[in-house]
Structures are given as C-alpha cells and as structure tokens.
C-alpha cells in the first residue's frame, strides 16, 4: 500500500475542484477510455476487500421494483465480486442530510442478491477521520462472497468538504482527506470499484478515497451507461431543458456546441432566462417577476442579469445555426392562476395552458421535419409538479415523449426528478431509454467532466 502525502492529496484535489479548467482538451471518450473496466480485477484473489461506491442513495418501497432502481443497477457488479470470493464494502449516500440511514438500503440489497447484508453503522471517528478499528475488524471477519454496506458516508463531515471548496482552501482540507483516504487504504482495501452512475457530487467517497487505491475500476453498469445510451444521447438532435438550476444554462451552451441540436425545449428557470433574451433580442420586453428582482438574490431560483446576457448569446449563436427555441409564452403563479405576462412579485411555478399547446405543435413540428430519424433527450420536470395546482405542464408533457417514441425518434430521458415524472405519469416503454440519474448525465453532455470519472483517471495515469 501507498500512501498519499498531503501535497499529492491537495495537487488531486486541484484537479477535481478545477474539472473542465484542469483539462480542457479531454472529452467524455478520453475519460471513459482511462477507467478500467471490472475486468481488469480477473486477477484479484478471493478473500480480498473489495470497496463498492454504490448507487446506495434510494428509498426501497414495500416489495422488490420500488424504490430500488439504483439498487438494482449495481446486482451485476456485486453478484461478480460474489461469485469471485470478494469481501465487498458497499458505501455512499442517502439524501443530502447527515441523519439518513442506508438501513432498509442494505436490507433491499440483500434481498436482491439473496444473502445476508449487514449495515456497519458506526466506521467513522470523526476527530481524526479515520476508519474505526472496530469496523475494520467486522470487515476482517466476514467470509469470502460476503457483502457488507457503511452506513451513510454524509454522517461524516469528511464527506462533504469538497462540496463547496475552491482552490484556495485546499491547504486546510487537503491533509484531513489524506488522513481519510490512507486510513481506508490501511484498514480496509486498495481495490475500489465506482457503480454509482448517479453520484456526481464532490463526495470524498467518490472522488478523493480513490487516490489511495492501488486498483480501480468503473462498474458493469456505469459502463454500459456511459459506452451506450450516452453516446446517443451526445448526438441528440432535440434536447429539453428544465428545473430550477440556472447553471443548466452552461450545459445547455457546451451541447448546442457540438452541433447536433436543432430543437431546444425549456422550462423552469432556465427558461426564463431564455425567454427574457429572446425578448430583448427581438425588441419585446419580458418581465421574469421576482425572480429577477435582487431582492431574492439567495433563493436558487433567482436569475441574475449575467445569466440572462448569457442566455442572448446562446440564443443568438442558436438561431445562427438553425436551432429552434420554444419557451413558455404563459406560468402558472403562486396561487395557481394563469398569467401571459408576470408582475414583479409574481414567481412562475409551472407552464400554462397556452405553453402546453404550443410546445405540443413545437413536437408535432419537429416530427414531421425530421419524418422520426433523430434522437431527443429529456430532462428534468416543467414545474413543482409535486403539488397538483403546478402539475399540468409535466402531465401533458410526458406523453409527448411517447408521441415521438412512437414516430421514430429515440428518446431519453435523465433521471431524477424526470424519471419520477415518467413513473407517475407514464410507463417504462414510453421512451427508449431511462438513465437513474439527472446531474451525472448533464455533467456527461454539458460543460463539465463527471467528478468520478476524473478520479478514476487519475487513480488509473498513477
């Protein structure tokens, strides 16, 4: 085993805050060709200690398919390492609150590889980030093809130090992930195996424990993500962006850069920056209500002048190329009436019916142009579709992706929110493809490497 010194721990700490800055000339494929494959650990004995990242962050329902999508996700990766002998440690997340439990989580996957999985609850000291002895010895004792789960990694604080890090405050941090990442290393393995295709968040689990691993490799299922349905989702001629995060926008800049979209559908936030540059660019002012008012500068949904400067340059470089924009022209506000223009204390809340209809002949129009040959890629939800009075614009949007299933053209649709949205109001084989994550997929398309990804690269070039 080697150990990581607090330098290399910070200059690869560099590299994962930095993402696209620290390597702006590798692609998706650049990254995906450095990661070994689980088929690269044939020669691992059995007996060792293999540690899983899974995609553990899910709420299991009464029975086996509820809940549990991520969960079945990683069975082929786990039954592998069984039928090796591996010892297997699966750790990760639930929810984004330190109290969640991975009880029922391991549970569930016991119940889908048919075998005892017991929770390891208490492996953290927290004063020196190091793995308690105690867990250590849990692991030590368990039987080869054995597989074991950590109770949630962002119990600990070590976990989430990176979440909001810069450059600058990686002299404190660094020698605290050093102490974390040997200590795994030490007391539990140095092989390390990344199945959470959904976890592309800066938790040190997935970006920083893999610099003390002596082998990784990217998971069965990950990897068919990544080597199949992204690859035709890069090529995505109709691309819908939605929800309430404003940086979308610099995804949606980087896909439109590859030059393969001809169709742009938005909602939420982002589209009303969209909508508010299109309405400069032709002369007719648009009001974003409050969520262009200073006054609300800390809530997420706010849109600052910035964005939308940013937005009049996607949209003019876009209809340079021929790229077609359909937005909201009508929301759905607070108390659930409908408006064509928002007052300054309005906050948009869901598309209206007119918007509903004209993104229905936008589809229709977009059929009949491409006679059903192209891709489209769906993600996120059209408003707070959690409450009923903001439903309507997803309601009505998800049997558009049927409509153009059922003309020709192949359809994803990310995770997440987008993939509950599918499930509440629509059937698995409305759409040709369904990821288990949102973030990770826009991350793969969009302006910004996969975090994972880049660790396991770098683990691998050691």
């Known amino acids: 085993m080697s150990t990581v010194s607090t330098d290399q721990m910070k200059a690869w700490c560099e590299k994962i805050v930095k993402g696209r800055e620290a390597a702006p000339d590798l692609t998706l494929g650049d990254y995906l060709a450095a990661a070994p494959s689980l088929d690269s650990l ?25 809940g549990d999508i ?51 609850k208490d492996w953290v000291d ?22 074991m789960v950590l109770e949630n990694t962002r119990a600990y604080d070590i976990e989430r130090v990176l979440w909001k890090a810069k450059v600058e405050d990686l002299d404190a941090l660094a020698p605290k992930l050093a102490a974390f990442a040997n200590s795994i290393a030490e007391h539990l ?76 559908f938005a909602s939420g936030s982002l589209a009303m920056a969209i909508r508010k540059a299109i309405g400069e660019l032709d002369g007719k002012p648009v009001s974003l209500g409050a969520a262009e008012d200073p006054a609300n500068s800390s809530e997420p949904w706010y849109i600052p002048p910035a964005r939308v400067a940013q937005a009049k340059e996607i949209v003019a470089d876009g209809r340079e190329k021929g790229i077609t924009f359909t937005v909201p022209c009508d929301s759905v506000v607070e108390d659930g009436s409908v408006k064509d223009e928002l007052s300054p204390t309005d906050q948009q809340l869901d598309i209206g019916p ?72 629509g059937e698995d084989d409305w759409v040709t493809h369904c990821f288990t994550a949102g973030g ?10 996969v975090p994972y990804l880049v660790a396991l690269k770098l683990a691998a070039d050691k």
């Open 42 to 66: 044939a020669d691992v004995p059995a007996g060792t200690v293999v540690l899983v990242r899974g995609d553990v962050d899910a709420k299991p329902g009464d029975k086996v398919g509820e």
């Open 70 to 120: 991520r969960l079945r996700s990683m069975v082929d990766t786990l039954k592998h390492g069984v039928e090796k002998g591996w010892k297997q440690v699966v750790f990760g997340h639930i929810g984004r609150k330190p109290e969640g439990s991975l009880e029922k989580v391991a549970a569930r996957l016991g119940e889908l590889l048919g075998q005892n999985v017991p929770l390891i």
């Open 126 to 147: 927290t004063d020196t980030n190091e793995i308690k002895l105690s867990a250590a010895e849990a692991v030590k004792a368990a039987d080869p093809g054995s597989v």
């Open 189 to 264: 393995s140095t092989v390390y195996v990344n199945e959470a295709f959904s976890a592309g968040s800066l938790d040190a689990s997935s970006v920083v424990v893999p610099a003390a691993m002596d082998r990784v490799a990217l998971g069965k299922y990950a990897a068919g993500e990544f080597n199949g349905p992204m690859q035709k989702c890069l090529k995505t001629d109709l691309a819908v962006f939605s929800g309430i995060k404003i940086d979308k926008l610099d995804d949606m800049e980087a896909m439109i850069a590859r030059g393969t979209i001809k169709q742009i």
């Open 354 to 425: 007119k918007s509903i209809e004209a993104f229905s002949q936008a589809v229709g129009a977009f059929i009949e142009r491409t006679g059903g040959k192209a891709v489209a890629f769906h993600n996120g939800v059209f408003g707070v579709f959690e409450d009923p009075k903001f439903e309507a614009g997803t309601k009505a949007w998800i049997p558009e992706l049927k409509r153009m299933k059922e003309a020709g053209v192949e359809v994803y649709v990310g995770g997440g929110e987008g993939g509950k949205a599918l499930e509440k109001y």
């Open 440 to 449: 990770t997929v826009l991350n793969a398309l969009g302006s910004e490497p």
